[in-house]
Nanobody, 121 residues
């Protein structure tokens, strides 16, 4: 089993910053990669950023490159998303995601409950 708990969302003005956190617990050694997705009502959930467990390879959506940074703290089993220069179009529910390696007897994808990020004046 794996549990993902997000925190750090809230209301911020355009140009401001937020840092989202996702704490993982349970079968943490099964994780291949973790990432952040976001979803606006009426749209598909989209990948924002991801980071692999091995090598810390990162991937970012074009819309957030240069503004967002994904990182992880293995000691705390936590992944962060530092969000700078926030824009109104960044407003969404942000979901933490974990990809589980095959062979662990677990579903391949796990999701947090989501945290609301609102960028508005």
């Amino acid at each position: 089993q794996l549990q993902l708990v997000e925190s750090g969302g809230g209301l911020v003005q355009p140009g401001g910053s937020l840092r989202l956190s996702c704490a993982a617990s349970g079968s943490i050694f099964s994780i291949n990669a973790m990432g952040w997705y976001r979803q606006v009502p009426g749209t598909q959930r989209e990948l924002v950023a991801s980071i692999t467990t091995r090598g810390s390879y990162t991937n970012y959506a074009d819309s957030v490159k240069g503004r967002f940074t994904i990182s992880r703290d293995n000691a705390k089993n936590t992944v962060y998303l530092q969000m700078n220069s926030l824009k109104p179009e960044d407003t969404a529910v942000y979901y933490c995601n974990a990809e589980i390696a095959r062979g662990w007897g677990l579903p391949p994808q796990w999701w947090g409950q989501g945290t609301q990020v609102t960028v508005s004046s």
